[in-house]
C-alpha cells in the first residue's frame, strides 16, 4: 500500500515564500503530482516529477528526493489567490492511478 | 481544447435510489478516472477506464460501477445509495500515461 502525508493547514503573508511538504511511504511509483484545489472548484494541475530534483514553473517549483520519501511545493512571492488546498498525489508505474495525500489548506493573509 | 465535462453538476438523491454520472474526456484523451472526494477520506480512486476496458479499480464496493464507450465518454453508476455515497464525484482524463486533467465535478447528495 502507499501512505501519503501532508500537514492539515498552514498560514502564510501575502508576499512571502512557502514550502508545503509531502512526505511517502510506498513500494513503487512512477511519479509525484502536486494540484492545487480551490474551495468547490476541480484539482487543477501545478507540477509534475518523475526524476529527483527540483522543476521550476514560474512561482511554483516543486522537488522530489526519492531515496528520502519526500516532495515539497514551494510557492514564492504569495499572492491571495494561492489560497486553497494543495495536493501531493502518486501515480502508479501503470500511470493510470493516482493516490492522493490529505491535502495541505494554505491561507494567504494579506 | 474544451476540457472535461462532466453532468449533471449537481443531484439530490435518497437513500436506495441509483445514480448514473457522465463524463466526456478532453479531445484525443482515451483514459478516464473517477475519483471520490469527501471531507473525512479526501479524493480516492475508484476506477480507471482505457478503449472500453477497466484497467485498474480502487477499493470500493460493488455498488460502484462504470463503463466507456467507444468516444471514450464514460459513465459511473451507483446503485442503492446509502447516505455515506454523498461526495464530489471527479472524473480526469489523460493521454497515454500523461498528467490526469479534472472536469468540475459531480456533487451527489443522499437524503
Known amino acids: 500500500g502507499q501512505n501519503i502525508d501532508q500537514p492539515t493547514e498552514m498560514t502564510a503573508t501575502e508576499g512571502a515564500i512557502v514550502q508545503i511538504n509531502c512526505t511517502y511511504q510506498?513500494?513503487?511509483?512512477?511519479?509525484l503530482f502536486w494540484y492545487q484545489q480551490h474551495a468547490g472548484e476541480a484539482p487543477t494541475f501545478l507540477s509534475y516529477?518523475?526524476?529527483?530534483g527540483l522543476e521550476e514553473k514560474g512561482r511554483f517549483s516543486s522537488f522530489l528526493s526519492r531515496s528520502k520519501g519526500y516532495s515539497y511545493l514551494l510557492l514564492k512571492e504569495l499572492q491571495m489567490k494561492d489560497s486553497a488546498s494543495y495536493l501531493c498525489?502518486?501515480?502508479?508505474?501503470?500511470?493510470?492511478?493516482?493516490?492522493f495525500g490529505g491535502g495541505t489548506r494554505l491561507m494567504v493573509k494579506p | 481544447k474544451a476540457g472535461v465535462t462532466q453532468t449533471p453538476r449537481y443531484l439530490i438523491k435518497t437513500r436506495g435510489q441509483q445514480v448514473t454520472l457522465s463524463c466526456s474526456p478532453i479531445?484525443?484523451?482515451?483514459?478516464v478516472s473517477w475519483y471520490q472526494q469527501t471531507p473525512g477520506q479526501g479524493l480516492q480512486f475508484l476506477f480507471e477506464?482505457?478503449?472500453?476496458?477497466?484497467?485498474n479499480k480502487g477499493n470500493f464496493p460493488g455498488r460502484f460501477s462504470g463503463r466507456q464507450f467507444s468516444n471514450s465518454r464514460s459513465e459511473m453508476n451507483v446503485s442503492t445509495l446509502e447516505l455515506g455515497d454523498s461526495a464530489l464525484y471527479l472524473c480526469?482524463?489523460?493521454?497515454?500515461?500523461?498528467?490526469?486533467?479534472f472536469g468540475p465535478g459531480t456533487r451527489l447528495l443522499v437524503l
Open positions: 498525489a502518486l501515480v502508479n508505474n501503470a500511470g493510470n492511478m493516482l493516490t
Open positions: 480526469a482524463s489523460s493521454s497515454m500515461q500523461e498528467t490526469q486533467y
Open positions: 516529477n518523475v526524476l529527483d
Open positions: 479531445s484525443g484523451h482515451r483514459s
Open positions: 510506498t513500494s513503487g511509483f512512477n511519479g
Open positions: 477506464y482505457f478503449s472500453e476496458t477497466q484497467r
